[in-house]
């Protein structure tokens, strides 16, 4: 068994109502870079995303396209699996609500909600969003001049009457105001836990948990003629890919609970209120911390099909570049607001942090080491101040990503690597190794050899926002394997002089747009 300390990281799980869309890259490729950072960290990490097949969202687009809700089902999550490959996301489990294990999970789930005395039948009466998969109250929709009534995140709102289980949510409201106060960190970042506490603080109404009328769903234990409201099936796929409620010694149960779920801030509601009353009635262990991320606007615009501004991953990623498309999003986006991207702005980070920033420091000091040194990393020579104080600013560098994506702060890391990329930049500069080729070939060696060692650290440090051209750049500098984690930066894994170099190429191209290409 792992001595590693465990760490469970959660996607939401998308409807695949439809095709994966660039919100949903954006929450996996941030996911991804969290798990890998904690991974490269030391930590023995679970890393968890996957489809949400259920509800009657999804029943209702497979009846207009003329298919069963289940072929829908089977064809789009297909498309968030093909998703995951095309940018490299490294998650450990893929969840579909639909498979037999989850089923198990849900039921035992309501079982024991029921005998803990949370769940009671009586009817429903009200406001249903379908695309939201939400019940709201009259008093958060609004009758608007196209005589249609809409819900607080616009989608239009239908008028539900049927037989229902209820879920007793009105019994947790001091109980969810205390896991807020004791567990500060439960919610971020600040504006939504601020959000929550006072929706709870208004006062919760007890929630409807099964539906009669569609029956697309997991079937209510002991009552066949309910299925369950699809967000107390989604919402439990975090427990069932552990395998805790069925062993809680079985060989992923040590990572429930999770240390952070990733999602949203529209699904803030149900992952800082509901689930969390859900496990507490259940007896189950509580998440860690619940972290919303903003939305993506094109151009500040929000994306929709009527305005036909929705940009597909794909494209994206085949027209910019993996690498370059993870990085824009991660340093561009404060995780946790929303944030606008454009082509322009993909091509300026690209051609100012990449082409001209680690590209450019890793391929002057590496061709000069080629050039100069029989292609070997040059013996340093006494370390000058200047010397020490870049070598100083990548060594510290991992406490301050640390810290900042240990609160998901996730743009503060990598700002703080691009700090390095700058100083090293300024550094090789001053330092001017070009003039001391002909003036004073070893303290040349040595400004090569500092440049190298940060240029080595940057690149370990990036691992986790841009995988595949990190390690390019650490293959460059003859970095194995297994010494590219994060125990090795600083003093620990220094370069060692005379470690013959393969011939540098170039890991950042600038981008140059397709209209200037045809000038
Ligand atoms: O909400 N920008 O699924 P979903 C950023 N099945 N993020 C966005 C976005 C945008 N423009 N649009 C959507 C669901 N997202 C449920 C979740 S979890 C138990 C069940 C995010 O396919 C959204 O906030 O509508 C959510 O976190 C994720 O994409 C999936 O959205």
Known sequence: MSSKTPYYITTAISYPNGKPHIGHAYELIATDAMARFQRLDGKDVFFLTGTDEHGQKMQQTARNEGITAAELAERNSSEFREMGKLLNSSNDDFIRTTEARHHATVQEVWRRMEKNGDIYKDSYAGWYSVRDEAYFQEEETELRADGVRYGPQGAPVEWVEEESYFFKLSAYEDKLLKLYEDQPDFIGPNERRNEVISFVKSGLKDLSISRTTFDWGIKVPGDDKHVMYVWVDALTNYITATGYVEDENGPRAKYWPADAHIIGKDIIRFHAVYWPAFLMSAGLPLPKRVYAHGFLLNKGEKMSKSVGNVIDPVNLVNHFGLDQVRYFFLREVSFG????????????????????????????????????????????????????????????????????????????????????????????????????????????????????????????????????????????????????????????????????????SPVFPRYVAPEADKA
């Open 337 to 504: 607001q929303d944030g606008s991207y454009s082509e322009e702005g993909i091509a300026t980070r690209i051609n100012a942090d990449l082409a001209n920033g680690i590209g450019n420091l890793a391929s002057r000091s590496l061709s000069m080491i080629a050039k100069n040194c029989e292609g070997k990393i040059p013996e340093p020579g006494p370390l000058t101040d200047a010397d020490k104080a870049i070598l100083a600013t990548a060594d510290e560098a991992i406490a301050i990503c640390r810290e900042e994506m240990g609160r998901q702060q996730i743009h503060k890391a990598v700002a703080a690597v691009i700090n390095i990329v700058n100083e090293a930049d300024r550094y090789f500069a001053a330092q001017e190794p070009w003039v001391l080729r002909k003036t004073d070939v070893a303290r040349m060696g040595t400004v090569l050899w500092v440049t190298a060692e940060v240029v080595r650290q940057i690149a370990i440090l990036f691992q986790p926002i841009m995988p595949a051209s990190s390690a390019k750049i650490l293959d460059l500098v003859a970095v194995a394997e297994e010494d590219r984690t994060f125990d090795k930066l600083g003093e620990a894994g220094r370069l060692k002089p005379g470690t013959v170099l393969e011939a540098p």
